[in-house]
């Protein structure tokens, strides 16, 4: 692609020849003559500078001087459409594949794809130009919205339903059943699980992400938010829009989290909480209470966390702390003694 | 369903007209007239009192006047039956699917359920009613006992064995080989993996669970215990009678665990240890060494609750201890120097 | 086997009758006189002396007065290749089920065997011997070598490649999109995913291991790492050659990870760092900055593990600390009242 034709559709400003071409985009240090980088990270500029790139998607000129840039207000953000420009994405094959298994009630939008091997239940509805990919298990009236890919071997059981333009990667389980007991005499009665879960649009889950359906009601993930590898959430959770739920963290029955809110790696809630609007909770944590708007928690269990640095930085000075009590010791013994100490 | 019916089959004492009748169950806050509610937490007693509920499932009417109330003195447990007569679960087909792939040799109990792309190898055997969903794929050998549902994608490896009136979700993986390598000079030599897993009768594994089968001899879930989804349970490990394993709880190999013992979410164990019937582990919590029946450990590594109560409070209170020993040391130097403080 | 036949193909010294013969291997406490068994451990030595196994793999003789021995000087190895010569594999019947879906130009190695409800996309290479189990998905362009095993419903997407003699097990997903969005005003648009993922040889991934494809370039797994159950891997991660990460790991994005270091259970690494050689990152640890070679790291966050030990036993001993204090106090006091103390 023509640089000046690049940079039109990014909306940035070409410092360099319009006329120069590009194939791909590649990191600075493997770029070469025909590839578009990036520069969005200023401790890189060095690296930059010394780039074979052909092209350089940066917030400014003045740090890369004598260099072909494309400049532009939100280099990540041009980054993801020159990638989806130069690298575009392979489309399925439309049409149901003859070895999937769709019901005769099925109803499947213009230009959708149904994958080898998938399975479509009764009842379900498929939007336009969705891509259920090989393996996919829809139970009995499943709902996807249009443009949503769904990656092979996903399972949505029974009655769930999943917005537009969702990405749902391998692996993954909605309407699996809460977990929820009765416990009468050490023994574990199940609660049949009769609620759904709602995926909203722009939604995307990981691989291998597990989402229960609601006990009663639904379990809800909120549009735009995306949720990362290995994730668990539980059945009646409620989760805002635009939240980032990181890999291989777990939200326990009936909590609600608000709008914008960031769950670090491995971090996890308790139930029956309420954690606010763009509060971020930091890798490794537990949260057990309520999380106001705005705060960011780290520690198990969770807390602001200038308290636990404080707490942290505290731990490890014990060590003077027990230097300090050693010597006033040692001090009051030679003030409670004073005619021993003046026989020295 | 009339409330006297729905009274009788739960057990439950009505107060009120036994000719109205209910068509689903609600939580309280969406619960209308035609709709069975709950309450067992006291503290949404209130919330009940002001419900538009039909009738309410409660342990007394006394919180509840001039309600319609269903008293029983287990109301989660009516509950639960309540759900299930109100919201009876869809029976799958009977028989095996025309896409299914089954072993020649393989024994189908009557009334079992083989579906969509499932694949049942050589020597299986299946009970009664079971249900083995679309996408299973039981290896040689496998035994799945009576009355039991196997959810979509399902993998039980070669000789395996599970119970009647299992519940294994979607994405379950039994019998993945432990994780045994013979290291000699920085070299992982494999150990193969030639034991079994064995799931007792009226176990539930959650969505994507792994269990690996045994280096020899057997990996054993034992009956009544329910486990929640992306849990890890390592080679060689027996968990006992009653047990709950909460979400993304990992057990080390060749662990032992009681009956009617609980790991929160999160938690883990290391190998060759021993813990004992009704433990309670906590939620992020590391069992590093045995613990006896019925002790409540938490924390990493895990130690009786107590302990770790005493410990945290004692690390927010640093503070507190910093600044008596400075108004110590204070007082010591002004001891130290009488002249001094005279001087003032 | 014959004691004699089995000992020259473990390299074995033969204390005892050559003409005995064992059937299978079992452990100590549960092997019979047609059995063999093993000690490499010390502490099971008196157990060891009790067992009724035929013969016992040890590390010496002396240990075991009277008893048939198989000396060897690594007798875990050993046990490895004893199990895998009275245990043999089954091997999978080589060729294409019919109900497996290959792209036309999809090239299939001689003896290799594609397990019925696969899907083989276009563009696929698989190398000789190597087994694609019950239900997989490879993709566009996938490359697998020689005599893999993949267990069933594994997920290869486009474009990624495994080497040879590499063991996948059920869920596998190597591929799927790495977490990458550019956020602006509070909306995460994705950035395309368009790298791949490299298994090199001799890798073993556990059951539902999620290996994410770099955003460009490569995510790569290094020969002869073995990966546990439930692990994440993200987007450009680097993982060297004979690393362990056991279950439940995640590992952040561009991490780069040395050779034969070890992640023990559910511990994890933040993004972008550099994990040394032989390195080990104790069990729940959080690893937050660059590890040097060769050192032990624990904790959250993780610090050499002497570092932990001392905080952490300091913070068991807090109360010490406090009654110090109290004693302190209470001298000066006195000190500070000298004539009020004489009173008494």
């Known amino acids: 692609m023509r640089l000046q034709e690049l940079a039109d559709r990014l909306g940035a400003t070409l410092i360099g020849d319009g006329e120069r071409t590009v194939v791909a985009v590649r990191p600075l240090d493997a770029a070469g003559p025909d590839d578009l980088s990036f520069l969005h990270n200023p401790k890189y500029a060095a690296q930059a500078r010394a780039s074979r790139a052909g092209a350089i998607l940066a917030r400014d000129a003045e740090t890369l001087p004598g260099r072909v840039v494309l400049v532009c207000a939100e280099p990540y953000l041009a980054l993801a459409k020159a990638i989806g420009l130069l690298h575009p994405a392979e489309a399925a094959a439309p049409g149901v594949h003859p070895t999937a298994v769709v019901a005769d009630d099925a109803v499947i939008g213009a230009g959708a794809s149904i994958g080898p091997c998938a399975v479509v239940g009764p009842g379900c509805r498929i939007g336009g130009r969705s891509v259920i990919g ?78 229960d359906r609601a006990t009663l009601g639904e379990t809800r993930i909120g549009r735009g938010t995306k949720v990362d590898n290995l994730v668990q959430i539980a059945h009646n959770v409620q989760v805002g829009e635009g939240c980032l739920l990181v890999a291989q963290v777990g939200i326990s029955g009936s909590t609600t989290i608000g709008h914008h809110t960031v769950f670090a790696g491995q971090s996890g809630a308790a139930g029956h909480l309420h954690i606010g609007d763009r509060v971020v909770v930091g890798a490794k944590s537990a949260v057990y209470k309520d999380v106001p708007d705005g705060e960011f928690v780290t520690g198990i269990p969770a807390r602001p966390h200038r308290e636990w640095l404080k707490a942290n930085a505290g731990l490890q000075r014990l060590d003077q702390l027990r230097e300090r009590l050693g010597r006033l010791e040692e001090a009051v013994r030679r003030l409670e003694a004073p005619e021993e100490g003046g026989d020295q």
Chains 1, 2, 3 share one sequence.
Do not use: M, W
């Not at 890919?149 to 692996?171: K, M, T």
């Not at 389980?173 to 007991?181: E, L, M, N, R």
């Not at 416990?183 to 609660?191: L, R």
């Open 134 to 211: 090989a393996g996919c298990v829809l139970g009995r009236r499943v709902e996807v919205g249009e443009g949503c890919l769904l990656h092979p071997r996903v399972v949505v059981e029974d009655g769930c339903r999943v917005g537009s333009r969702c990405i749902l990667h391998a692996g993954v389980v909605i309407g699996s059943d809460g977990y929820g007991f009765a416990t009468v005499a050490g023994v574990h009665h199940k609660v049949p699980q009769v609620g759904i879960v709602v995926i909203e649009d722009d939604v995307e889950l990981g691989a291998n992400v597990c989402v």
